[in-house]
């Protein structure tokens, strides 16, 4: 059906930048809402952002709003995630998942039914 693999994660200092990658192989992306999520140790996997494949439309979480943006790319099957202004708190493995298209885009993990590998993002203070 879908398979993800996430790059881009990596060692970065407060207030630097860092633009993660997502993969897709199998379905094309755009056949579902694709959205990004984050675990730090020993915390719940949270929200990130998202997008609505089919408007284009963006979701995210409010810790990361102004600072994240997450696109889409069709022609290459990818979604990015650029994260700037970084935090120590954005120390995390960070997830790319795809979901069904609903009418109201979900912000749950537990909607989604693929997910990559994650990669690791570490900001230092």
């Known amino acids: 059906q879908v398979q993800l693999v996430e790059s881009g994660g990596g060692l970065v200092q407060a207030g630097g930048s860092l633009r993660l990658s997502c993969a897709a192989s199998g379905r094309t992306i755009v056949s579902y809402t694709m959205g990004w999520f984050r675990q730090a140790p020993g915390k719940e996997r949270e929200f990130v952002a998202a997008?609505?494949?089919?408007?284009?439309?963006?979701y995210y979480a409010d810790s990361v709003k102004g600072r994240f943006t997450i696109s889409r790319d069709s022609a290459k099957n990818a979604v990015y995630l650029q994260m700037n202004s970084l935090r120590p708190e954005d120390t995390a493995v960070y997830y790319c998942?795809?979901?069904?298209?609903?009418?109201?885009?979900?912000?749950?993990?537990?909607?989604?039914?693929?997910w990559g590998q994650g990669t690791q993002v570490t900001v230092s203070s």
């Open positions: 997008i609505s494949w089919h408007g284009g439309s963006t």
């Open positions: 998942a795809a979901d069904t298209p609903r009418w109201v885009t979900s912000t749950s993990p537990h909607e989604y039914d693929y």
